[in-house]
């Protein structure tokens, strides 16, 4: 058999969920990383006895990781339905204690974590966000009872979005203008075209239940202020799948897909980077005919999968005679997401220590101004917000005996602010980890710190190659969402596609597993490769 074969450019979960499905449908994938190891924004940091992810640490719908542990060379298994109705109920398995599916246990150990997010206000007070409706009435009474009510629209509002949004609509390419606008009066019918906070404030009266409903999204790259609503879905996507750990970190899922490509018949090529994506006019088609590595050396391929960063992708692997649509001009329009400062660092336990949880939301004292001041003013502001992962909590192997293994993120402005972290990156590091010391959430932490390491917006611009430094690609507005976010086939460039955080559906773990199943769908429709073969007989590719 002659089989086709593919590159794909970068290993995030994205690259590589993407490239299990490729030789699933029969080509023979390359996986190119610039980096040692596979991850991307998902790499893992090890020092001193101590284990860091250094990117995501959230993971929902589970379904999603068993489908691809369960695919099989030359099988293609991209047919629907994409939500069969024995997962849409998973909260009774969440409460019992269970992840996962029989795949995935092969490869990594998943647990779910309740609460899902532990989220404190500066007067002291928190919020324990789970999947029962039940426990989130009683935490509303106690905090704000006037919302009670408001809640129970809320939720039903919520799960009207996500039963069009997610489940019907969520696998949906928007590759032509016509598949938009089949959506957008249903779209506007349920109100999820108006910006996320605006959609909150119909249904809550107070600054508290605003900011737990609405804040999600900043997981994702996306200013509440500014997202549309249709990303109330989160909600019900967290409260029907869950919020979920691998154990021994992210890492460990990453390393588990990686062992199923080689399974498969996959090859990485670690420690090379990409120079260029190689096009040649073929029948007066821009097409893609491979990758050049900085070393010179040329790959060929019939299929080239960038995995990179959606600007990084166009301004510098493509000749820019050969971008007719994604022009220069055009890149640079679109706006980026903000970045992050992540620090990571261990710590010695104390008996007495507050009852932090896994996951856990610090909200500074101000919100709308604070969103501002990140994404539109573009300014380092004296307060913050922060996400305070405490993974030791479920998983003691991550750090030495009697140590917690910890990271903090903060949402700053993108490197566009022209902020220099060399200079600003230590002093405003310690004045993070002073707040959790100070407000009582990590007592003596500074003393009581062993090692530490940051990031800043600089390394997600130099290490990872993501333009202007941005922490989770193209900014989710609604003019950068749908048919209006970058396309995951190539309208320049024929037999190139894009995958991940940039493209369609958006960022997020399960989302960038969700465009590697809209990536491969559409390559398999352009070669004509079915997408399911039972018994023999082949089922069409999908529209």
Known sequence: MNRKKAIVIGSGIGGIACAIRLQSLGFDTTVVEKQDSPGGRALVHEAEGFVFDMGPTVLTVPHFIEELFALERDKAMLAEPDFPPEILDESKRIKQGISGGPNTSRYVEIRPILPFYRIYFQDGTYFDYDCDPENTRRQIARLAPE????????????????????????????GNVSAMMKVVPDLFKLNAVRSLFSFIKLYFKSDKMRRVFSYETLLIGGNPQKVPAIYAMIHFVEKTWGVHFAMGGTGKLVQGFARKFEELG???????????????????????????????????????????????????LIAPEHRRINRDSLVKFRKQSMSLVVIYFGFSKHKDDPPLQHHNIILGLRYEELLSDIFERKILADDFSQYLHLPTITDPSLAPEGHHAAYTLVPVPNNLSKIDWQEKGEEFVHKVLMSLQTQGHIPDLIRRIVYKKFITPDYFEGTLNAYAGNGFGVEPVLVQSAFFRPHNRSEDVKNLYLVGQGTQPGGGTPSVMMSAKMTARVIAKDYKIPEQITNGVPTPAHS
């Open 147 to 174: 919302d009670v009510e408001g809640y129970d629209r809320f939720h039903e509002a919520a799960k009207k979005i996500f039963d069009r949004g997610f489940i019907e609509l969520g696998y949906t390419y928007f």
């Open 266 to 316: 996959g090859n990485f090529r670690f420690g090379v980077e990409v120079d260029a994506i190689n096009v040649e006019k073929i029948n007066s088609k821009s097409t893609a005919t491979g990758v050049r590595l900085s070393s010179g050396e040329a790959l060929q391929a019939d299929v080239v999968v960038s995995n990179s960063d959606y600007a990084n992708t166009y301004l510098k």
